[in-house]
C-alpha cells in the first residue's frame, strides 16, 4: 500500500496547496487491472485522535477495500505526515478543501467517502458542498452533529504527551482493553511526538473543547438535502461519540441505514474488523 520502508508513509500530491501525504491500494500493478474494470474510487478519512495517520485508522481495511475499489486514505493537514503550513487555520472547511483538492490532483472526479469520527464530519461537508463528487457515504462513529463532548472525547483532545495518557487514551477507544498493550501504548506515544505532531494537535482543539464539537457541525437544513445511499456504523459502547449521534444521522438523511456493533467501541474497523470490512463492501458494491 505504499511506496517507503515506512508503512505511514506513502505518495505526496499538491491538494489546494496542501503538500498532502496519501496512502493507495491496491499496488501500482495491480492498480491498472483495476482501473480497467472500471473500479470505482474509495476515499477513506481518518479520526482525530493524538498521533494519528491514515496508515493507523484503515491499515486492516484498505486490503480489503483493494480487492475491488480504487482506495486512497490521506493524511488530514494537521496530522500524520502531511504538511503543516505555517498560519493553516484549521477547520471542517479546511479539511473537506484539502480532500477534494487531492481528488482533483488524482483526476478523480467521484468518490465514495469512508469517515471515521472527525472524519465522518468531514465526509459529510463534502457531500453538502459537492454533492456530485460524492458517490456513497459510510459513517462510522460520525461527528457532523451537535452533541455534549464527552469525557473519552475530552482526553482525547486534551491529550499530553506521554506513554500512560497515550495508554488512558487508546483504553477509551475500545470496549476490550486487552487489545491495549505497553508496546502498542508506546508506540501511539513515540508517533505522537515526531517533530510538529503534538505542536499541531494541542493548536487545533484547545479548551474550552465543546466550541470545536459545534466547529464540526453540518447545518441540519443540508444535512436533510442529502439523498446519497449512506451506512452508518456505531459501536455501541463507544466512549468518545455517542451512539445518539448516528442514530440523529438515521433518522435525518434521506438514504440512510444504521448498523450498531455490540461489544465494541470507539474503533469499530478494528474491534469489528471482519464485520465493518464486510458490511463496507457488500454496502459499496450494492447496486
Not at 495491480?30 to 473500479?39: F, I, N, P, T, W
Not at 491499515?59 to 480489503?64: D, F, T, W
Amino acid at each position: 500500500m505504499t511506496t517507503t520502508e515506512k508503512p505511514e508513509i506513502g505518495q505526496s500530491a499538491e491538494a489546494n496547496g496542501i503538500r498532502t501525504n496519501y496512502l493507495e491500494g491496491p499496488v501500482r500493478d495491480e492498480l491498472v487491472e483495476l482501473e480497467r474494470s472500471g473500479a470505482e474510487t474509495v476515499l477513506l478519512i481518518h479520526g482525530s485522535g493524538p498521533g494519528v495517520t491514515s496508515y493507523a485508522n484503515w491499515r486492516l481495511v484498505m486490503p480489503a477495500l483493494a480487492e475491488d475499489f480504487h482506495v486512497i486514505a490521506p493524511d488530514m493537514v494537521g496530522f500524520g505526515f502531511s504538511d503543516r503550513p505555517e498560519g493553516v487555520q484549521y477547520g471542517l472547511d479546511t479539511w473537506a478543501d484539502q480532500t477534494v483538492g487531492l481528488m482533483d490532483t488524482l483526476g478523480i472526479q467521484k468518490a465514495h467517502l469512508v469517515g471515521n469520527s472527525f472524519g465522518g464530519g468531514i465526509a459529510l461537508r463534502i457531500a453538502t458542498k459537492h454533492p456530485d463528487r460524492v458517490g456513497k457515504l459510510v459513517l462510522m462513529g460520525s461527528m457532523g452533529v451537535p452533541f455534549q463532548i464527552t469525557e473519552g472525547l475530552e482526553r482525547v483532545w486534551g491529550y499530553e504527551p506521554s506513554v500512560e495518557n497515550m495508554r488512558e487514551v487508546l483504553h477509551t477507544f475500545v470496549y476490550n482493553s486487552q487489545r491495549i498493550d505497553d508496546e502498542l501504548a508506546r508506540s501511539r506515544y513515540e508517533g505522537s511526538i515526531q517533530p510538529g505532531f503534538q505542536e499541531a494537535f494541542s493548536a487545533m482543539f484547545p479548551a474550552p473543547r465543546q466550541r470545536w464539537v459545534e466547529a464540526m457541525t453540518v447545518p441540519d437544513e443540508e444535512l436533510k438535502k442529502l439523498t446519497h445511499p449512506t451506512l452508518i456504523v456505531h459501536g455501541r459502547d463507544d466512549a468518545v461519540i455517542p451512539v445518539a449521534n448516528s442514530y440523529y444521522l438515521e433518522g435525518i438523511l434521506q438514504n440512510a441505514d444504521l448498523k450498531v456493533y455490540a461489544n465494541c467501541g470507539h474503533w469499530s474497523m478494528i474491534e469489528r474488523n471482519h464485520d465493518f470490512n464486510r458490511d463496507v463492501r457488500t454496502f459499496l458494491l450494492g447496486s
